[in-house]
């Protein structure tokens, strides 16, 4: 079960934003509509449901912030991340105070839908290359501090993770050649990066010519990163590295979108990365439903 790869760091991650979306909401007077007009101990039971098809993400959220508002809340799930909804699907009960429903409303919304929204996103790529050899990944375009959960909604939609910062995969940029001084060869910045890194991490350079490919496969790294090719150029390169370094992975990255997807996939690269997963996916409707 998806769910089960929502470990202790998306939940170390999802408590701290938690606590401060709840701080920005209640701030140090609290609901004062609620405290207007809903005595402090009348009970409710309400519904999340999905108002259109989608692929679900960030429940175990939505359990976590009513329990930081109330550990009395129940939550009762029926459909799991990672679980296809259509419109109508009753995702959870929750019941307990309704005061505490009312508060935790908009909070629960606003993780859900936005994470359920990159797992439908996500979801829809993943099927337009399927029976390619493709596997679409994400990238490192994530809102500062929610990077873990966006990340974890990727894979709830089937996707794969890109390395998740700096500091666990070696990707060598155009920026990084520039930079460097050493050498002009790209294997060159390869074999050093090796050299220089821990063995287990990878090692990918980026290239946006056949022929700075060909420099690259040289120095044998673990992915190539191919920047904006059209896709008669990416057929070109998977029979360069046919030829030269089989077991190198090539990746295609740079206006990946639903239109151009598949042809990308039908090239023989392995890895697609999408940027648009994270920053451009628009929220699944879910909503807060009462079954009077």
Known sequence: M???TFASAEQSAAKILIDLALAEDLSSTGDLTCKALIPPDQQARVQVASRKAGILSGAPIGRMVFATLDPDVRWESHRHDGDTVAPGTIIAEVSGPLRTLLIG???MLNFMTHLSGIASLTRTFVDAVAGTRAKILDTRKTLPGWRLLQKYAV???GGTNHRMGLYDGVLIKDNHLAAWTQSASIAAAVQAARAKSPRQVSIEVEVDTLEQLNDALGGHPD????DNMPVD???TAVKLRDQTAPKVLLEASGGVNLDTVRGIARTGVERISVGALTHS???LDLGFDWPW
């Open 233 to 235: 150029m990416l057929q």
């Open 281 to 283: 996916a628009p929220a």
């Open 2 to 4: 998806i769910e089960e």
């Open 105 to 107: 409303e908009r909070t």
């Open 223 to 226: 992915i190539v990163l191919l």
């Open 155 to 157: 894979r709830c939609g």
